[in-house]
């Protein structure tokens, strides 16, 4: 099976109110997903973190039934995401040291992430991490500095516009958190260290003002 991607807008959802969407996709999710919600104090939050929950049902019940999308990135509103999701599926879960999540019942890994108004689960049979980010006005040439490679401060220099610079640090961001959700380890482990050769990399497409990257361990004989 191919990697499965998808991409979940929130925007319009103050439309008909946040409580109104949350309540509707409470009915399509896991139990432990429902009961984490619970516990989430700002509809906002809890809104993004139910969607992510919908995303990796349907990213699952597509699976089981071989469903397959053309599109690399399958991109949704919240309406088509309760339309296009089934009956919820019973979940188990188990968490590695890092606190990393898997589904201990069905033979998939799974990645959420979410920022701004956009909601992102990578779907796949081998591990995966995946990351979106929203473009905002920061100190990049700063954190460049401090954060990335040798080989990424080269060529994140190299670039003559703020434009140029601004694009490629967030493609370089993503693909750090992607790789931190992956090993399970978070952005800061490899923070400074070069890490293009240590996964399958993928730039996902991705919406205006945002960046999104994915990634997938390497088998043995490709180390």
Not at 16 to 29: N, P, T, V
Request: hydrophobic share 35%; net charge neutral.
């Amino acid at each position: 099976m191919e990697e499965r991607f998808y991409l979940l807008s929130l925007k319009g959802a103050d439309g008909q109110g946040e409580d109104f969407w949350l309540a509707s996709i409470l009915k399509g999710l896991d139990q432990e997903r429902r009961n984490r919600i619970q516990s989430i104090k700002n509809p906002r939050k809890g809104l993004e973190s139910a969607g992510a929950g919908l995303l990796l049902q349907l990213a699952l019940q597509e699976a089981l039934l071989s469903k397959r999308e053309e599109e690399t990135v399958s991109s949704l509103t919240l309406q088509e995401l309760l339309d296009r999701a089934g009956e919820p599926l019973p979940l188990h879960f188990a968490y590695g040291v890092q606190g990393k999540p898997y589904v201990t019942n069905y033979p998939y890994f799974f990645s959420l992430s979410h920022s701004g108004d956009y909601v992102l689960c990578a779907f796949s049979q081998r591990e995966i991490g995946a990351d979106i980010q929203q473009e905002r006005d920061c100190p990049v040439e700063r954190l460049a500095e401090r954060f990335f490679s040798q080989e990424e401060r080269r060529r994140f220099a190299g670039y003559a516009s703020e434009r140029e610079k601004k694009n490629y640090f967030y493609e370089c961001w993503c693909r750090r958190e992607a790789y931190g959700k992956l090993t399970g380890e978070g952005v800061g482990k490899n923070l400074g260290s070069c890490i293009d050769d240590k996964a399958h990399w993928i730039m996902l497409p991705s919406p205006e003002g945002y960046r999104a990257a994915a990634c997938m361990r390497l088998c043995e004989k490709e180390k």
